[in-house]
């Protein structure tokens, strides 16, 4: 029997309203870029620029002040690596991470949020280099009922996280006022 926590079908969980919402009041208007999207996922997020994975986010540029990251958790079933029948060794959300902070550091954009869909994913920032006093996380004290076209309503199995990588002030205090009623807000260590 297939682990429940760590079972599904898809790669494919979409970012509810409310938290959109809470990410583009952080960024003071509309999420320029979602690097790792589709048309279906984008009636809510409604970035200006976004990739599916047709094209391949990871190797298109990231350009704009602003780009929102809810990486896929593994590769689709008709990847030619691991197929979806196969255990995904993409390690997708690390690869994104990676180039949210890449895009960041290169000054591709000036301020960034990453999804992470568990707890999990923290350790990843132990193979990237940061600034700790660039980065901020929300530890969410409820886990979030993401959304999938055509699906019935699904129960959350992880604990999420919302990072936030900016040299602004403002938009620092912006995070932490919106975010401070949801959770945990905190810096990592230097």
Known sequence: MANPLHSNKTAEWYTPDSIVRDVERVFGGRIYLDPCSCAEAQRVVKARTFYTADVNGLMEPWHGPTVYVNPPSKCGDD????????????????????RTFEAFYEEEVEHA???????????????????PEHVRFVLLHKRIKFWQPNADKNNPTQDNFLMLLTEDMKTRTKFDEIFSEQGIVCSPLG
């Open 79 to 98: 990847h030619p690596v691991c197929g979806g029948h196969k255990r995904c060794t993409c390690k997708l959300p690390l690869r994104f991470m990676k």
């Open 113 to 131: 949020m990453y999804m992470g869909f568990n707890l999990g994913q923290l350790k990843y920032l132990s193979r990237i280099w940061y600034n």
